[in-house]
């Protein structure tokens, strides 16, 4: 069973870069049936696909964020990342790392990491 | 505003059963047998509960169901319980890779 970990800070500025990290155990974030990906859920608010990424590195990103957004894989470490330019306080959620397969395409996560909460205020 | 529409929320007495809807596009929900639904309870994770439109996975009871037709979705809940008081959102495969959800129904037992 995979367990997934988001870190990063709980506090960003406007206008500045909000970065996060997943560390994945119980698995390998190389594994051929993988897609990692990040979800975000404003206070209150309901769940938003951000992006995914597959094992092998290639990437998907909401329409809406693809501007700002990138997501990368660190196979040695075991961890993928999220980074996401310009913040706004319209980016302020908890954002989770989730996993699922991918066969034959990424559309359910039955691994979720326990969110981190990401504010954007000055 | 989210791609896919649910009601904002639903109640029921213990033992009924209720059916929730999610509504999209030949975009996402028209086009794809890849529905998915979660549970979330107060301050959790969201769980899937449903995947591929009407399967679950192991360890989910059978009392959630789902199906679809055309660009809408659907999952009921049988023999409504306590335990089921949470928010449930629905998902979509979207093409290119992504995923669009629901803004999510709060579901509350009388």
């Known amino acids: 069973q995979l367990q997934m970990q988001e870190s990063g800070p709980g506090l960003v500025k ?3 870069t909000l970065s996060l990290t997943c560390t994945v155990s119980g698995g390998s974030i190389a594994n051929r049936n993988y ?14 696909w951000i992006g995914g990424i597959y094992y092998f590195g290639r990437t998907y990103y909401s329409p809406s964020l693809k501007s700002r957004l990138d997501i990368s894989l660190d196979t040695s470490k075991n961890q993928f990342s999220l980074n996401l330019e310009f913040v706004t306080a319209a980016d302020t959620a908890v954002y989770y790392c989730v996993n699922g397969d991918w066969d034959p395409v990424p559309h359910y996560f039955d691994s979720w990491g326990q969110g981190t ?6 | 505003q989210s791609a ?3 009601p904002a929320s639903m109640s029921g007495s213990p033992g009924q059963s209720i059916t929730i809807s999610c509504t999209g596009t ?3 929900i028209g086009s794809y047998n890849f529905v998915s639904w979660y549970q979330q309870h ?7 509960i449903i995947y591929e439109v009407n399967k679950r996975p192991s360890g989910v009871s059978d009392r959630f169901s789902g199906s679809s037709f055309g660009d809408t979705a659907s999952l009921t ?3 409504l319980q306590a335990e089921d008081e949470a928010d449930y959102y629905c998902s979509s495969y979207a ?13 509350t037992v009388l």
């Open chain 1, 14 to 16: 406007p206008s500045e």
């Open chain 1, 35 to 48: 897609f990692w990906a990040w979800i975000r859920q404003p206070p209150g608010k309901g769940l938003e």
């Open chain 1, 117 to 122: 909460l990401v504010t954007v205020s000055s």
């Open chain 2, 4 to 6: 896919l529409t649910q």
């Open chain 2, 26 to 28: 030949r975009d996402n």
């Open chain 2, 42 to 48: 107060p301050g959790k994770v969201p769980k899937v």
């Open chain 2, 77 to 79: 809940i049988s023999g």
């Open chain 2, 95 to 107: 093409g290119s890779s992504t995923v669009v959800f629901g803004g999510g129904t709060k579901v």
